[in-house]
């Protein structure tokens, strides 16, 4: 190779500069670790001791409900991060990703209750680790997610999202039915059906070594059997430690994924895929591997879901939550990680604390300053329409969403003010002179690709 | 032996037929150009030849493999890279960014190594990530590397589609009208470049162009396509002064056999 040296001087690009540092910037990190510091001392300092000491009163809600919903809201923070995955990275709109979850779910139902031994009248017993489970569960999903991919995947747009949708509607349908087989004379209930499987196991956690004496002092459960704790309902702070400590994992894989070969290759089939099959990249298993590393994070948030609200039920995984994610992903902007972060927050919070209490919080201020409109109006039936315009106006305003990737502020905004999109470049001067030059081509080769690419996999080399 | 040889390649588009039994080859370190008219089905060939399309019938050898109608990214990986007719660089990418996508099928980080960022992962970026800034330098767009590739100059994006096509390491670079839409300067530029490419890398060129200076220029060979058949091929200047060629340009009737003029026949084609 002899083209010209670079420079001696270590090169200071941006892109260069990320490849050298690592998935994270400075400021994300040093970002990173104070909203963590943050969230850390949430719990020492918002609660009842103190709340009783400085003589206050809990505002808004209580400190271990807001506990036990940033616990919940974590599950959701890693579906987002997964969908993300799917829409913002590859560019596949996925409109039934709450399968994946309810995959996670129900594998861990049926790993860690007691659920089995009731099927079986006792003869099969199995409680699996929380963490085992964790990544059984992450497979599982892939799987699923591999499954449904490899059919779907040479479809594109509008198709996939169809195909998805309906898969998002027969999962939770199938484990619903589940719960009512005939064969025979035998009927089997394999999925508790409606009421879904109870009595879900919570996570353990080793004490390593120390003995479950010190399981009290930490607001856990002693557990004989293994020597370890284990986490309950009553105390959601181990929850709320042990999920952001998942969370914080998770978005170091994901940005490391992003920022490798691979994310490189996602983000090249979403700007054009036929470019990038000509560039070396496999766009079929490209697409794959996202849809399936989307699924697994998906399948790891289901296991947290049970493990936290112990039931599984086919109702948590219907196409509500599955648009409920996608919101999450697009309103805190599509493609940037900490963006669908703070997306989920703002929408499960929003749903779980603040419209709750929205209808009682504007009674009571209209009583207290004798607004008679604000104190005797029934907000409760108006909740959901403000929710709406809250997402309408967000959108009107924010359409790249709150903290967007630069891409995809560059493509909705442009970033030079004089639009020179390659779209735009290609229609001003070269291709309206190549179209012009040789229109039927272009548009046959448009075209027509897209029959080819759907014959591929039968034609694959025979080298 | 010819590093690609293309036999009785045969495209039909339902009752179209795009290219009829066209045989073809390109020697080692050559550069071929193609042309014809309008129509004639030369980016149709390219599409065959770098996997887009399937070929109706008829086998193309390229370098010892058979990869008549194989995969896209299976083709680029055996040493053909190409740029296209009508840019299409990743848009909202960097430039670096695209010259790195090109890299891809040279790269061997998994899902594991890429979530661990494993030592060997880093060291292969970090590589992949140097090299891009060379061929960056190479093409003349040094310095540029941190600009979205939407945000350059023509020009630059057409260099930035050559550097990214080089990227993959190629034996065999097809490029679809890399001067279209240049003015004269730029076009000789183009045409320098094109000439550097091969005497300094070594590669084998197929070019398909409508500039005939550009074609005359530099090519070794010319191969003219009309209505999907191969009607003349040799040097420029038999090519220059076929009957059969000026005929498909100009259309029938004219009876001497005078050159071509360059400049008319650019005028006819662009």
């Known amino acids: 190779m002899q083209a010209t040296k670079t420079p001696a001087t270590p090169p200071q690009g941006r892109t260069m500069r990320r490849v050298l540092e690592g998935s994270f910037t400075r400021g994300q990190i040093i970002g990173g670790l104070i909203a963590l510091a943050v969230l850390i001392a949430l719990p020492f300092i918002y609660n009842k001791d103190n709340l009783t000491a400085w003589n206050m009163k809990a505002i808004f809600v209580e400190p271990p409900v807001l506990i036990g919903t940033m616990a919940d809201a974590a599950q959701y923070v890693i579906l987002a991060i997964g969908l993300n995955i799917v829409v913002g990275f590859a560019g596949l709109l996925d409109l039934g990703y709450a399968a994946f979850f309810a995959f996670g779910a129900y594998t861990y139902a049926f790993l860690a209750s007691g659920h089995l031994a009731q099927l079986t009248g006792g003869k099969i017993q199995i409680h699996l680790s929380f963490w085992l489970v964790l990544f059984i569960a992450a497979a599982v999903s892939a799987f699923f997610g591999a499954l449904l991919g490899s059919p779907t995947l040479r479809l594109r747009g509008d198709y996939l999202a169809i195909v998805t949708l309906g898969f998002g509607e027969i999962v939770p349908a199938v484990f619903l039915n589940l719960g009512n087989i005939k064969i025979g004379d035998t009927s089997i209930n394999l999925t508790g059906g409606v009421d879904g499987i109870s009595g879900v196991d919570k996570p353990g956690i080793a004490t390593f070594g120390l003995g479950s004496g010190i399981c009290r002092n930490l607001k856990m459960n002693p557990n004989p059997l293994t020597g370890g704790c284990r986490l309950n309902n009553l105390n959601p702070e181990p929850y709320y430690f042990l999920y952001i400590g998942i969370v914080v994992l998770l978005v170091i894989a994901v940005s490391n994924m992003r920022s490798s070969r691979l994310g490189r290759a996602w983000m090249a089939i979403r700007e054009d895929e036929i470019a990038a099959a000509a560039m070396g990249i496999d766009t079929v298993k490209t697409k794959l591997l996202a849809f399936a590393s989307g699924a697994a994070l998906a399948g790891v948030a289901g296991v947290m879901f049970g493990a936290k609200l112990s039931l599984v039920g086919p109702n948590s995984f219907d196409f509500n939550t599955s648009v409920f994610i996608l919101c999450m992903v697009i309103l805190g902007g599509i493609g940037n990680i900490y963006g669908v972060i703070v997306g989920a927050l703002i929408l499960y919070l929003t749903q779980t604390i603040f419209l709750i209490n929205l209808p009682n919080a504007l009674n009571k201020l209209g009583t207290d300053n004798k607004i008679e409109f604000l104190a005797k109006t029934d907000w409760s039936g108006l909740k959901f329409m403000i929710y709406g315009i809250i997402l309408v106006v967000l959108m009107i305003v924010r359409p790249e969403g709150l903290i967007p990737s630069a891409r995809r502020k560059a493509e909705l905004r442009g970033e030079t003010g004089e639009p020179r999109a390659l779209v735009a470049g290609a229609a001003g001067r070269g291709s309206d002179e190549a179209e012009r030059a040789n229109p039927v081509a272009t548009a046959e080769r448009e075209s027509l690709y897209d029959m080819q690419t759907e014959e591929q996999p039968t034609e694959r080399n025979d080298r | ?270």
């Not at chain 2, 999907?228 to 004219?254: C, F, H």
Request: charged fraction near 25%; aromatic fraction near 4%.
């Open chain 2, 1 to 270: 032996m010819a590093l690609l040889e293309a036999s009785k390649v045969t495209k039909q588009f339902g009752g179209l037929t795009a290219v009829n039994k066209v045989d073809f080859d390109i020697p080692q370190g050559a550069i071929v150009s193609l042309i014809g008219p309008n129509g004639a089905g030369k980016t149709t060939l390219f599409n065959i030849i770098t996997g887009l399309y399937k070929p109706t019938t008829g086998a193309i050898i390229f370098d010892g493999h058979n990869i008549g109608g194989g995969n896209p990214s299976k083709i680029t990986e055996l040493g053909i890279a190409r740029t296209f007719q009508n840019i299409r660089l990743f848009a909202n990418m960097t430039a670096l960014e695209n010259v790195m996508v090109g890299t891809h099928s040279r790269m061997r980080t998994g899902l594991i190594g890429a979530i661990l960022r494993t030592p060997s992962a880093m060291r292969e970026e970090r590589s992949v990530a140097e090299r891009g800034l060379e061929l960056l330098d190479f093409v003349g767009l040094g310095g540029q590397e941190d600009e979205y590739a939407k945000n350059l100059p023509y020009g630059d994006q057409r260099r930035l589609e050559i550097a990214r096509a080089l990227a993959s390491t190629p034996k065999l670079l097809l490029l679809d009208e890399p001067t279209a839409g240049m003015n004269p300067n730029e076009t000789r530029e183009m045409t320098d470049f094109i000439s550097k490419l091969r005497s300094e890398r070594g590669l084998s060129i197929l070019l398909i162009e409508h500039d005939m200076k550009v074609v005359m220029g530099i090519s070794d060979r010319v191969s003219v396509l009309d209505y999907g058949v191969k009607i003349a091929e040799g040097s420029p200047d038999e090519v220059r002064n076929n009957t059969r060629v000026i005929e498909a340009y100009l259309g029938k009737g004219q009876t001497n056999s005078k050159p071509i003029n360059p400049d008319v026949a650019a005028d006819t084609a662009g």
